[in-house]
């Protein structure tokens, strides 16, 4: 089969832990035809959707690791209409770009994209995790959304917890990610401030949530396939933050998913499937679920790392990717047979 990677520059890879390219590497090493462009290469030629791609050239024997598989892959450019690849693998980094769907709107039907765009369009950042109802605290940290400064003060002021998280809502990788106490509130009207009106025309909302005692031990990546964990890792924050995220300082542990982890799990599994989020990462702590990366989640090639795994987690995802390809397949030869049937009787 073929797959377009819809990623970040190829130049902006890190050769030995991206998730992207263990995947790329998979699909290179089961004879697959791979081609990547980023969200910026779609383009419209004769009506039709296409990507200034790179194609990766094929190889006789692909490389046991993936920093040779990446320096020795060659690469050339090449046009290509999207509806000609079997699969597309949405791999860019948040913000999500609304009008970058719209491209890829037009051949939804001919693709299987991964994830899909409507679940894209749903889950692109943190307020995803609002969309499981969950009034009593059981899954999330309790969290406030707004843009209303005076609101945000408020809420700082009557909480009864001493520490709160303050977050944008489409940062990645911990940026932005603050922990901010009552005992120094000097700076809060500042900050407030600050992230409300941070970018081109500012108006952002902010993120206010409970800080989850124990997260200086560090949080849990969980990556899920079809709605399963596949695999799991913890990550430790660094001596001098706060934040786990591997690109903050935080470095990587085994981890076996706790009960609490599993029932989680369990309980969003069905709505991440429904919702076309076949592959996911969900940060956890504390068995509290933080977030939801549907865009770009990382992690494979960690986990792969500190588990020494026989299977290797890109493999399952490539097996997925397979059945799902083959499944569209095969949906569109009945339909021609069908129609066949009709056209001759
Ligand atoms: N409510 C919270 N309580 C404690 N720590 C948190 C909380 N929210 C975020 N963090 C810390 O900050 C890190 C990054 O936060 P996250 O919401 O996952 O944003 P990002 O998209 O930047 O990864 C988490 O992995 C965790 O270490
Ligand atoms: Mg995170």
């Given at each position: 089969m073929n797959i377009c990677f819809i990623m970040y520059p190829w130049e902006n890879i890190?050769?030995?832990?991206?998730?992207?390219?263990?995947?790329?590497?998979?699909?290179?090493?089961?004879?697959?035809?791979?081609?990547?462009?980023?969200?910026?290469?779609?383009?419209?030629?004769?009506?039709?959707?296409?990507?200034?791609?790179?194609?990766?050239?094929?190889?006789?024997?692909?490389?046991?690791?993936?920093?040779?598989?990446?320096?020795?892959?060659?690469?050339?450019?090449?046009?290509?209409?999207l509806a000609g690849f079997d699969a597309i693998f949405f791999r860019a980094n948040p913000p999500l770009d609304p009008l970058m769907l719209n491209f890829l709107d037009s051949v939804k039907d001919d693709v299987f994209i991964v994830n899909s765009l409507q679940g894209m369009r749903e889950a692109n950042n943190k307020l995803y995790t609002a969309a499981f109802g969950d009034a009593h605290s059981?899954?999330?940290?309790?969290?406030?959304?707004?843009k209303n400064k005076k609101y945000l003060?408020?809420?700082?002021?009557?909480?009864?917890?001493?520490?709160?998280?303050?977050?944008?809502?489409?940062?990645?990788?911990?940026?932005?990610?603050?922990?901010?106490?009552?005992?120094a509130m000097n700076n809060i009207n500042s900050l407030l401030d600050f992230y409300i009106s941070a970018g081109d025309?500012?108006?952002?909302?902010?993120i206010l949530q409970d800080y989850i005692e124990g997260a200086d031990q560090g949080d849990v990546r969980i990556l899920l396939l079809n709605g399963e964990p596949v695999g799991?890792?913890?990550r430790i924050p660094g001596s001098d933050d706060h934040r786990s995220n591997v690109s903050a300082g935080g470095s990587i542990a085994k981890h076996t998913l706790t009960k609490a982890e599993r029932a989680l799990c369990k309980q969003i599994g069905p709505k991440l499937v429904k919702d076309g989020l076949y592959f996911v990462g969900i940060d956890v702590i504390g068995g509290k679920?933080?977030?939801?990366?549907?865009?770009?989640?990382?992690?494979?090639?960690?986990?792969?790392?500190?588990?020494k795994n026989k299977r290797k987690v890109e493999e399952k995802v490539v097996d997925f990717l397979e059945s799902k390809v083959l499944d569209q397949l095969q949906a569109f030869d009945r339909r021609a047979r069908l129609r066949k049937a009709v056209d001759e009787a």
């Open positions: 890190d050769p030995e832990n991206d998730t992207s390219l263990a995947l790329i590497k998979e699909c290179a090493k089961r004879g697959h035809g791979v081609a990547m462009c980023t969200p910026a290469n779609l383009t419209i030629r004769d009506s039709v959707t296409n990507a200034f791609c790179n194609v990766i050239g094929r190889m006789d024997k692909v490389p046991s690791t993936l920093k040779s598989f990446y320096n020795k892959a060659k690469l050339r450019e090449e046009m290509l209409p059981n899954i999330i940290p309790n969290t406030h959304v707004s003060v408020q809420q700082i002021k009557e909480s009864k917890a001493d520490k709160m998280i303050l977050k944008p809502l489409n940062g990645f990788g911990g940026s932005g990610v603050i922990l901010i106490e009552k005992s025309g500012g108006s952002n909302y902010v799991a890792m913890r679920l933080v977030e939801v990366n549907v865009m770009s989640p990382g992690g494979i090639t960690y986990i792969n790392k500190v588990y």
